[in-house]
């Protein structure tokens, strides 16, 4: 696997809107969602942009080791992006932990106390967690990131609440399950049941008519909005005629997510626990209040892309094609629901297969079975105990096959600045959870040189929508040389990529993608070369070439 990816490159603009330019100078190319490159943060980890919210509800108790809140916040993520750090990574998509109000006592499992400091607890999923921030700096987050170009995702949960503590009580027993336990086996044992212990399952399954929980009325009595809560539920439901079951309040809650903020997209997590049938609900609602975002803000509307849907089935991989296998039963979560899943499957392709059969897996895959999807594409998370390069020993090499490889590409804040996955004192997932290495970035070579490779990379990626949507054609074995097309009505990219150059000089076919006489420029070293008889010459000392047509 020890492969060095060479990328030649050129963009080939038919489209007239391709040469505008929007007020803030980006680049009105096509976006599509199929060669996105999004940035995975979890909130409280990323960057403390305002210490005064760093401790709310009385959470004093002293957590376990990466079990606390951190300081991260909107705020933080809000100065980031002032200071262009996801523009250099070429990151054209953001996705945050949920932003929702978290439970507001600890757990303690035998690791130590652990609060609600990932986001995945919900406690209120009408209010912003006061450790993040509030809804003027989310409002904000938004509109900023906008501006440069790029989208953002929240992260919903609708299958479980935040587990029970001291402070925070059960939900009632018309809304949630506590037991029994997944035991996944098939899908009666990994859906109507609960994740883990004390982990309350909502009722997704039940049409029935539930009352608010009557902490959630007390709560919404003394925060001094109960009756404007309530109104807005009462509309809801009157639109849609839905009976006022559990599901259909918290999908209400998620939306308003859209029309107040005009957010892009959902993270759907924990999506094969729940009834295939309530994702389509959920998109269905879903794409009304986009479209109601849009009518009301018509001057803000970024594209005519429909709201991204982004699923989160554990296991699933690109080679499953559309439908996920429970065992007993298969489901196509793409049907009516999701236009892409988390594809689990990369990393061990990554380890295991030689670059070549990745690349043509997951090209076939995408022009063929999943034609009109994606699949999100990673090395490493925020839950897999089992990551590509857990001790970042092949950094550079996982952002070349990363941002490289057919479909859309998912970097895990420190993926692009190598922060260890392997944290002593650490039990289970909260070694993955370091807080991002913003001091190694500028004191660190190895991490500088990181961040400089996996920058030089997104932008490519960001530039050149054929990457990771593209047609792919293999030109030659040795070295490995292939092409990537992507035409759509009157917009058009090409790429030429290679395998295993030398340092010093090279000579590479381009086949027909090129002409001879075009002059090419190499984004990596900003050295020029022309085509001279379906091949170029570059003298460089680096094993990647990233080649686009002098403009």
Same mark, same amino acid.
């Given at each position: 696997?020890?492969?060095?990816?060479?990328?030649?490159?050129?963009?080939?603009?038919?489209?007239? @809107?391709?040469?505008?330019?929007s &007020?803030?100078?980006?680049?009105?190319r096509?976006?599509?969602?199929?060669?996105?490159?999004v940035y995975?943060?979890?909130?409280?980890?990323?960057?403390n942009?305002?210490t005064?919210?760093d =401790?709310?509800f009385?959470?004093t108790?002293?957590?376990?080791?990466l079990?606390?809140?951190?300081?991260?916040? !909107?705020?933080?993520?809000i100065k980031?992006?002032?200071?262009?750090?996801f523009?250099?990574?070429g990151?054209?998509?953001?996705?945050? *932990?949920?932003? /929702?109000?978290?439970? #507001?006592?600890?757990?303690d499992e035998?690791?130590?106390?652990?609060y609600?400091f990932h986001?995945?607890?919900?406690k209120?999923?009408?209010k =912003?967690?006061p450790?993040?921030?509030t809804?003027?700096?989310?409002?904000?987050?938004?509109?900023?990131?906008?501006?440069k170009?790029?989208?953002?995702?929240?992260?919903a949960v609708i299958?479980?609440?935040?587990?029970?503590?001291?402070?925070d009580?059960?939900?009632?027993t018309?809304? /949630?399950?506590?037991?029994p336990?997944?035991?996944?086996k098939?899908?009666?044992?990994? +859906?109507? @049941?609960?994740?883990?212990?004390?982990?309350p399952?909502v009722?997704?399954?039940?049409?029935e008519?539930?009352?608010l929980?009557?902490?959630?009325?007390?709560?919404?009595?003394?925060e001094?909005?109960?009756?404007?809560? /309530?109104?807005e539920?009462?509309a809801?439901?009157?639109?849609?005629?839905?009976?006022?079951?559990p599901?259909?309040?918290?999908?209400?809650?998620?939306?308003?997510? =859209?029309?107040?903020?005009?957010?892009?997209?959902?993270?759907?997590d924990?999506?094969? #626990?729940?009834e295939?049938?309530?994702?389509?609900?959920?998109?269905?609602? @879903?794409? /009304?209040a986009?479209?109601?975002?849009?009518k009301?803000?018509?001057?803000?509307?970024?594209?005519?892309?429909?709201f991204y849907?982004?699923g989160e089935?554990?296991?699933y991989g +690109?080679?499953?094609?559309?439908?996920?296998?429970?065992?007993?039963k298969? %489901?196509?979560?793409?049907?009516?629901?999701?236009?892409?899943?988390?594809?689990?499957?990369?990393?061990?392709?990554? &380890?295991?297969?030689?670059?070549?059969e990745?690349?043509?897996?997951?090209?076939?895959?995408?022009q063929?079975?999943?034609?009109?999807?994606?699949?999100?594409?990673? +090395?490493s998370?925020?839950?897999?105990g089992?990551?590509?390069?857990?001790?970042?020993?092949?950094?550079l090499?996982?952002?070349?096959?990363?941002?490289l490889?057919?479909?859309?590409?998912?970097?895990?804040?420190?993926?692009?600045s190598?922060?260890s996955?392997?944290?002593?004192?650490? %039990?289970?997932?909260?070694?993955?959870?370091?807080?991002?290495n913003?001091?190694?970035?500028?004191t660190d070579? &190895?991490?500088?040189? *990181?961040v400089? #490779?996996?920058?030089?990379?997104?932008?490519?990626?960001?530039k050149?929508?054929?990457?990771?949507?593209?047609?792919h054609?293999?030109?030659s074995?040795k070295p490995?040389?292939?092409s990537?097309?992507?035409?759509?009505?009157?917009?058009?990219?090409? !790429?030429? =990529?290679g395998?295993?150059l030398l340092k010093?000089?090279?000579?590479?076919?381009?086949?027909?993608?090129?002409?001879?006489?075009?002059?090419l420029?190499d984004a990596?070293?900003?050295k020029?070369?022309?085509v001279?008889?379906?091949?170029?010459e570059l003298?460089?000392e680096h094993?990647?070439v990233l080649?686009?047509?002098?403009r």
């Amino acid at each position: 696997m020890k492969q060095i990816l060479v990328v030649f490159i050129s963009l080939i603009v038919l489209s007239s @809107c391709d040469s505008k330019e929007s &007020k803030t100078g980006i680049n009105k190319r096509p976006f599509v969602w199929e060669a996105a490159n999004v940035y995975f943060l979890l909130t409280d980890r990323f960057y403390n942009g305002d210490t005064s919210n760093d =401790i709310n509800f009385d959470r004093t108790k002293e957590p376990g080791k990466l079990r606390g809140f951190e300081g991260g916040d !909107v705020k933080g993520i809000i100065k980031k992006l002032k200071d262009g750090y996801f523009t250099k990574l070429g990151v054209n998509a953001i996705w945050m *932990t949920p932003i /929702v109000e978290q439970i #507001h006592g600890g757990t303690d499992e035998g690791t130590g106390v652990t609060y609600g400091f990932h986001g995945y607890w919900t406690k209120d999923w009408t209010k =912003i967690e006061p450790n993040y921030g509030t809804k003027e700096d989310v409002k904000e987050l938004v509109e900023l990131a906008h501006e440069k170009g790029i989208r953002v995702l929240l992260d919903a949960v609708i299958n479980h609440t935040g587990p029970v503590t001291e402070k925070d009580p059960v939900w009632p027993t018309d809304w /949630v399950r506590t037991e029994p336990q997944c035991t996944y086996k098939n899908s009666e044992t990994t +859906i109507p @049941c609960t994740l883990v212990r004390n982990l309350p399952d909502v009722k997704t399954e039940s049409n029935e008519a539930v009352k608010l929980p009557p902490y959630l009325v007390e709560k919404w009595k003394n925060e001094g909005r109960y009756e404007e809560e /309530v109104a807005e539920l009462d509309a809801f439901f009157k639109r849609t005629g839905y009976p006022r079951a559990p599901r259909f309040y918290i999908i209400k809650w998620l939306t308003d997510y =859209i029309t107040e903020f005009g957010i892009d997209g959902y993270r759907v997590d924990t999506v094969k #626990h729940v009834e295939d049938t309530v994702w389509q609900e959920f998109k269905k609602e @879903c794409d /009304v209040a986009f479209n109601q975002w849009k009518k009301d803000n018509p001057k803000s509307v970024l594209d005519q892309n429909q709201f991204y849907l982004v699923g989160e089935v554990y296991g699933y991989g +690109i080679g499953s094609g559309q439908y996920y296998d429970f065992g007993d039963k298969k %489901v196509n979560y793409f049907d009516g629901a999701f236009q892409s899943l988390i594809n689990f499957q990369f990393k061990w392709d990554a &380890k295991q297969k030689p670059i070549t059969e990745v690349f043509d897996l997951y090209a076939n895959s995408l022009q063929n079975d999943l034609k009109g999807f994606g699949t999100m594409n990673y +090395i490493s998370s925020h839950d897999d105990g089992q990551p590509y390069d857990a001790k970042r020993e092949k950094s550079l090499l996982a952002g070349t096959l990363l941002l490289l490889a057919p479909g859309t590409s998912q970097i895990y804040y420190g993926d692009e600045s190598a922060r260890s996955l392997v944290i002593e004192g650490t %039990v289970g997932d909260a070694t993955l959870r370091s807080f991002m290495n913003w001091e190694e970035i500028t004191t660190d070579e &190895k991490s500088k040189q *990181t961040v400089a #490779h996996w920058q030089k990379l997104g932008q490519f990626r960001n530039k050149h929508i054929s990457v990771g949507a593209g047609v792919h054609q293999q030109i030659s074995e040795k070295p490995y040389v292939f092409s990537r097309t992507y035409s759509k009505e009157n917009y058009g990219d090409k !790429v030429v =990529i290679g395998l295993n150059l030398l340092k010093g000089k090279k000579s590479i076919a381009v086949g027909d993608i090129f002409s001879d006489g075009e002059l090419l420029r190499d984004a990596y070293t900003n050295k020029e070369a022309t085509v001279v008889n379906g091949k170029i010459e570059l003298h460089t000392e680096h094993t990647i070439v990233l080649l686009e047509k002098k403009r």
